[in-house]
């Protein structure tokens, strides 16, 4: 198999995203199976047709049942808004492709676990967004640990901090309206937080959360690209309907304590997407910030020079790294999801399931919603309570 | 007032640091009344009498109810074992003697809330050793926020980190044993935090809290010096009975939301007492192994130009520092308690209650116990249930 | 002008940077002129052809010379090995080409002159690959410069440090001769920090240089990937005859004092690209490690906030960041040729001489020579020397 | 020998440091002689008594004269200004006492020689106080490098960065005035860099050098305490006859090469007093506004796991820190003059000679002056020249 036929449904932030990933792997991975771009589909029309343009897609459509019953497309790529993922999802799964969604997985658990059934049902990969597992630092982490160098681990803690809200002024967008976006800083922010801790530490057990809407008000929204946007204090006014702030404590299967924060008000933090991972001979700690860095604490180094050291992860013994450029030169964001794609690319010919797939998906909803329930009922929740 | 005569129980590593504050106050800080170092009580007799001359008190006791009733002695200073506090900290009252007592102020908040009534009573000004208070750099955060520069505060979260438990093999000191400690890393370290809350964003409402004794059993111990001791793996083992971490979230009565973290097993971690605050007009944040920092961020920098500022609290506009060195020349650890002996001095001088007092050690044992009835119960509880 | 033809000579380290950013360049920068990748040039046949497939080149050729005079060509981007830079760009001028050519722009000063008489006499654009001028941190401290908020500039210090020849077991790669190379450290690395410094601070007047080779003699080179090679110690060895380390102390005109090193012995430095600027009202500074920051300092904060700002340069103020993704998520070394890129497009469209471009590339190349004279003569060497 | 009794001369900043390094010596170091603190001496009648009285000096006299030849007193320590150490200390060599001379040891190197050899003819001890060499991360730099962990050394790079003359306004004051201080940034900073190049690395065969004062003329001075000063811009003018900045690079006898900087107008740095040794096994960082830390690098650490480490020094594997408090409690600047007397007091116990004493001094100022030539001449100058 050298090629991989995709079709893409949605081409925002996400969307240009995954379009570079594709455009760019068969550049820097050339034996991975090439990912070819067949169509892209969104619901404006000129949008749609200048992004594919821009992008690099063969053709565009606005009909996403189209696109999804397309003969020659291999890979269905879904970041849609969320609220669209479950439809498009099962009917691709029944159309024989694989799927590639973006997190979070659904608006809801039992959505997601749907999804999951109809991928199972129609044998088909499938594949969900959590692209920092794809950073080498992180991957760097995870090595650390699955070799027994941290020991066994007694601490997780995570903070998603972001600050794009601090500013009271700043528009009522979609993202702040429950009905579309799900949550707020706890879906968007928080997933991330809990796809990582399952991938380094291990599924948890059970959480306790709290949540705040410090600003409650927010002027209609005129305009938004990306994540800025502009408002008029002085127009019309609407009701925020998700958290600004979300965070839990959580206690992991293994024993581990955690420590979860998601916050869009955290001044001065742009995208610090942080954690740290104490064990019993060791310590890593991470912030996306300085992407490319690990910090890494050994217990048995020699008592004189015992500290935390900074490694960057841009060697040739870091995952992905040979692949670009010599030490020392780093790497972005963007690279997270070429290293996602690339593995899209190997499991579909490799036939088997990438990582992380819709199981992960479905079991960091599962953390989301017992935080969820949490906060409602004021009381620890079990993460097994969820699946009775 | 020139001098003010000291008596002081206890004489090791808070001794210690309480004695050279004494000692180093006039020399630069020679406005300030002059602490006189009368008389050092310990139980060892010849151990009271080496301290005594090494650090320059006059006298040494081995029965702390002589010292209390010395005529000569205006203030005792109580750093003995917390189970002692309570009943010498009455006794000097009773004696006409002002308080300065070392954190936790007490065992329980019953105890606590005695000893602030007899102190009350007997008409004598009272301290508690919240030292952190204390660095010039943590006083800036505290201007930076009351000044309203920080604007209204959304987050508060801190870590108390140490690392000295993380080997197995560490042996069981008194400070594991709940009986003489009282409690572990919850009491020890936790309440710094919640007094750094309390003095820089306000009172607490409630609280939810986890806690962990990760190594269960340890090897009874067979000497300790400081937070160092020796033990013998294959000797004799004993139950670990206090926490060894801690965590827990608040709300605080202004809305803000707040994480705390104790923990004495978090590996690369010598001494992080580290805070941040997020406001809507920026941020700070702070550690403890850095204590001569605070990085500051504002929403109003120029927009080309934003980002965390590294103070170097070291500056004439920074408190205290006027009496040490140039700026750029930094203090230590033991600062902190010079600093706080001062304001003991300055408020027995001027007839004002020194701070933080009694009530604040009151008021830090009430988060401190609602984490632990929280903890106990799997609940929020509110600050308020205590006071009933 | 929509689209712009591309010709590429070499197809290495440089030859894979520079074609990523011909591909990637339409995708972020939709409103430039499209580079399209017309063919590319290398020696080994199977190599080249190999390059072109994986690249997106649509012809590979074996002979510069054709490629050179190909009609569909507008811009030849020349990053052969330096010893070849001078034939070639003359023929690419006299055929008319627009020239790209990476640094160092020839062996020698009186070549590099040979090659902007040509450009000039054929009236065609000329740009030299300085790709560092394009970090939008870089271009922050620019614009800090320029607009005068740093003030009068006193101090550049700058070091640009390697480590990956630490190791004696290295071998002796073609960069490590001189009669290929033309320099070590100096032309390689110092050359960037020279064009950094004349980019923000101003023309140089003076040098006085120190040079080493710590590693005379090395195992003879049995492969090379990137900076990667193997060395058999037992082997055949030969002489270094490049330089380990430079380091140089300038005048520059406007009476700013400079010191500058360039090293790949500096252990722990995979690549340490680094300066410092101090002026009379602030300070900026810059690692490439961490390439999305910029350190500043203001003498006018609030005197109790003095200290340097992290600014992370990924917010809409700061240049080519729009095209890329929300504040907070970074970019990598790649994107300095994308923006690089962006210039001569936009360059040639406007019809002006981009920069930096071959004049940039000579007043460079004066410094380093005038370095070399100062070694040899062990004397201060003022760059006018050069020019008589 | 358990008391060991001392004159001082001088009482301001340097007299501050060295009299509370007398006075907290016996309370962490109690196993040392005691220094008994004599008599103190100043020209200012009322101001020694009142330094006598703050600092904790038996008597205060105004002659030096009397000091020395005072019969209970076995060491004179000399913290007057630069131009009165030679006289005093041959006198007080004469009067058979010990000397402990701030730095520099003189204005020229012929007064320096003149005081080692009254020194040696009186048979006394001699130390000079280069005070940087007693940080506990500075002697474990000393330490690794010495234990061979470090390698071959190649490259010393250090700076001394100040900002208090960056303000233009800033006064006159007698630092800036040649006849009395000697030198400007280049003796006051650059010396405590040659001395700690000298402790780490080794001896200096030659230097050249650059220098510049960048604010020519300043308003007179009207008062000054410790660094600060005001001045008044609309008052009578004077020139500045010392260097603002002074850099210089140097070959090492051991084939290093050195990069040194001094500067007082380096915006944003209070007190950066900083360097980094790169060797073949590793390297090492200092930056003495986090005096706690050293940043360690080691080539032979696992390979996904190389970078600095950042050593917190204060564990009991550091020197002196067990005579201080737990790890991760720091220490400050005024602690590298209790370690500083703590050496003296140990060197007149064991009869030999402290280090560093009056032949370092001298050292230290044949590199200084050998700069001095170089830039006065404009050419490298061997520091074997100076010793003809």
């Not at 998601?262 to 996306?288: M, P, Q, W, Y």
């Amino acid at each position: 198999m050298k090629e991989i036929q995709v079709g893409m449904i949605g081409y925002k932030f996400m969307g240009k995203a995954h379009s570079h990933a594709y455009r760019d792997l068969p550049m820097f991975f050339p034996d991975a199976p090439a990912p070819v771009m067949k169509a892209i589909c969104g619901r404006d029309e000129q949008g749609v047709r200048q992004a594919a343009k821009q992008f690099g897609w063969e053709h565009a459509v606005t009909d996403w049942r189209e696109l999804v019953n397309q003969a020659d497309i291999d890979v269905v790529d879904i970041n849609a808004p969320s609220d669209a993922h479950k439809e498009i999802a099962i009917a691709a799964a029944k159309a024989g492709k694989h799927l590639f969604c973006e997190k979070p997985l659904a608006l809801t658990l039992s959505d997601a676990r749907e999804m999951l059934a109809a991928a199972e049902a129609a044998g088909v990969k499938h594949m969900v967004g959590f692209n920092y597992r794809f950073a080498p630092a992180i991957r760097l982490a995870k090595k650390l640990i699955a070799e027994g160098r941290i020991g066994k681990i007694h601490h997780f803690r995570a903070a998603f901090l972001q600050d794009w809200l601090v500013d009271s002024a700043f528009p009522l967008v979609w993202r702040l309206k429950k009905e579309v976006a799900g949550s707020g800083s706890h879906g968007d922010l928080g997933a991330h937080l809990i796809d990582l801790s399952r991938y380094l530490v291990g599924e948890i057990d059970e959480v306790v959360g709290m949540s705040e809407t410090f600003v409650k008000r927010r002027p209609l929204a005129e305009s938004m690209a990306g994540l800025s946007a502009q408002g008029n204090t002085d127009g019309p006014m609407g009701d925020v309907t998700v958290d600004d702030a979300t965070s839990f404590m959580a206690r992991f299967a293994n024993g581990a304590l955690g420590s979860f924060e998601a916050s869009r008000l955290a001044a001065g933090h742009r995208c610090t997407n942080a954690f740290e991972i104490n064990g019993s001979k060791g310590s890593v700690r991470f912030d996306f910030e300085r992407m490319n860095e690990l910090e890494v604490y050994f217990t048995d180094d020699a008592d004189d020079v015992q500290g935390f050291r900074r490694v960057l992860a841009t060697d040739p013994a870091h995952d992905y790294m040979d692949a670009w450029w010599p030490p020392g030169h780093t790497i972005g964001f963007e690279h997270t999801f070429i290293h996602e794609v690339l593995e899209l690319m190997e499991a579909i010919r490799d036939d088997r399931q990438p990582k992380p797939n819709f199981a992960d998906g479905i079991k960091c909803q599962e953390v989301l919603e017992a935080v969820d329930v949490s906060i409602a009922e004021r009381r620890w929740v079990a993460i097994s309570e969820l699946r009775q």
